[in-house]
């Protein structure tokens, strides 16, 4: 699976706190009002650590989606 094929969610319990998209023209960062952001990869790495490090004792859970067109090609090569 390759970075524009899916989308990595950064959640807290069952509600999104943050939808990171890889395009064309690069990352993109959705937040919970809404909103649509473009970021460097550097932004989303230092939004996505925190969660992976310490996220876990906040309830905090990082998913990685893949795009509805790929998701038969690599059902069996992701974790939900």
């Known amino acids: 699976m390759k970075n524009d094929e899916c989308a990595i969610y950064i959640m807290k319990g069952e509600k999104c706190v943050n939808k990171f998209r890889k395009d064309k023209t690069g990352w993109s960062l959705t937040v919970t009002s809404g ?6 990869c550097e932004q989303m790495v230092s939004h996505l650590l925190p969660a992976l490090a310490f996220g876990r004792g906040k309830g905090m859970v990082v998913k990685v989606i893949p795009d509805e067109q790929s998701e038969a090609k690599n059902r069996d090569n992701y974790l939900i």
Not at 35 to 40: A, E, I, K, L, S
């Open 35 to 40: 909103r649509v952001f473009p970021c460097t």
